[in-house]
Each structure stands twice: as C-alpha cells, then as structure tokens.
C-alpha cells in the first residue's frame, strides 16, 4: 500500500535510484521514502497506520525526486516502509524489525525472521547504495528525512522548520545550518534527534569514507504538498550547491 505521490515499486527492489552520474557532485539518499508493505509480510496494523510517519517520511519522496528531476541532484530511494525494516539502523539494532514504534505495537513484526528480512530487503538496499556512491564519488550527501510536529506519544511542539543532524564529522551541517538560518528557517542543530544516536547510513556510508554530508530532517507539514515539495527541493538543492563549493 502506498500514499499518492510518494512512492512506487520498481523491480520488486527495496531501493530505486533517479538520475545518472551527477555533474554536480551532489547526491541524496532517503532510507524512509516508501510505505510499501509486500503480500507476504502481514504486518498486523491499521490501514490509517501506514500513512502516518511511523511507516514513512512524509513528503521525502516528492522532495527527493524533484531534485533529481528538476536539479540535477540523483537519488537512492528506499522503496519498502521502515515497518517492514528499518533500512537506517544496523543490522543489530534492536529496532531493524521493529515490533513497536511511537507507542503503536506492530503485531507481524513480533518473533519475525530477521536474518530473512535483513537478506531480502536490508543488505541489498545498502549494498547497491555503496556500489552507487563509488561510481557517483560525490562531493556532497544529502540523507533526507522528515519528521513530525510532535511525537504521537508526546504532545510537545517542535519549533523547527529543519535540522541538521550530524555524529563526528559536522563540516557541511555546519554550513547548512548557517545559509538555512540565513533564509529566515528556525534551524535546529542536532534536534528533535542527535545524529551521534542515530546516523547509521550516513555512519557507513560517509563518515567511515571521509565523505562530508548533510543529514537534513525537514518538519513533515512544511513539504505535506506538491506546491511545498517543489520549493523546498529548489531550497536544499541551492543550499546544498553553496555548501559543495564551499567544502572545495
């Protein structure tokens, strides 16, 4: 099951890649573009569930393609819901599979088959990522994701129109944060997550190579249209061009 407009299996692959070889030197990657469930995996959950964000960022996928489409910027696009496994964790994460999520149990994930989900889905998804960045050799990453404006299991407001997250290496967010700012945006820095809890993709396919990236977490209501994906893809593809050129 999927959201009009956000995304569409290609291939029966967990991953579709838009674009050729950048001349722009800039990439973006989105582990939680899709809501795609398969036939064979009941997960147990409301219908009304999977369009909420424990199942996908909402708008990623529109953002993301529009960058590829209309900026010159390629993506590497998750195509199964972060329910199903959650292709930004390690593979011994305990939330991979996870059996809950945002206060909401998920009732096919509880004694599933791990090693079966992290071989169909989770090791080919970061496989081809890493085969794909070889050949792009980028100068920058962008990791996109969205995030809500407050937690299902807590009301508290999130002021932020976008964070930028980052562990060890913050040379680009840096960057980023300063030009967003610079628009007017309320920014946050390392917020509603730390990237030193949570960066696993960019852990292992940025850090551990010395590729600067821009981890971006937008605020789901701020790119929930079509009108709103096209801006905001206009707005990081240009902060992103300033950030590679900086970085040069």
């Known amino acids: ?9 290609i291939d029966g692959r967990p991953y579709e890649q838009i674009g050729g070889i950048t001349a722009s030197g800039i990439v973006c990657v989105a582990d939680h573009a899709s809501n795609f469930v398969p036939d064979d ?15 996908i960022d909402i708008g990623v996928h529109g953002v993301a ?16 819901s972060r329910l199903v496994v959650d292709l930004h964790r390690e593979e011994d994460h305990p939330n991979v599979v996870p059996t809950s999520s945002d206060g909401y149990i998920i009732p096919g994930n509880i004694g599933a088959n ?13 496989n081809a990522l890493a085969q794909w960045l070889e050949a792009q050799n980028p100068k920058l990453i962008l990791s996109l994701h969205s995030f809500t404006p407050a937690m299902a299991s807590c009301d508290k407001p999130r002021p932020w129109d976008l964070s930028l997250l980052y562990n060890q290496d913050d040379r680009a967010a840096r960057l980023a944060i300063r030009l967003f700012g610079e628009l007017g945006l309320n920014v946050g820095d390392n917020e509603p997550y730390s990237g030193a809890e949570l960066n696993a993709t960019m852990n292992r396919h940025a850090e551990a190579h010395g590729r600067p990236y821009c981890f971006i977490e937008v605020r789901q209501d701020r790119i929930a249209t079509r009108a709103d994906q096209s801006r905001w893809a206009a707005m990081i593809a240009e902060v992103a061009g300033r950030v590679a050129l900086a970085l040069e």
Not at 1 to 9: D, F, H, R, W, Y
Not at 41 to 55: K, N, R
């Open 1 to 9: 099951m999927a959201i009009a407009g956000e995304t569409a299996v």
């Open 41 to 55: 995996i009941p997960l147990g959950v409301a219908p009304e569930l999977m369009e909420q964000h424990v199942a």
């Open 65 to 80: 393609t529009r960058m590829a489409h209309r900026h010159g910027i390629p993506a590497h696009l998750a195509q199964v």
């Open 114 to 126: 791990l090693e079966s989900r992290l071989e169909r889905f989770h090791r080919p998804y970061h």
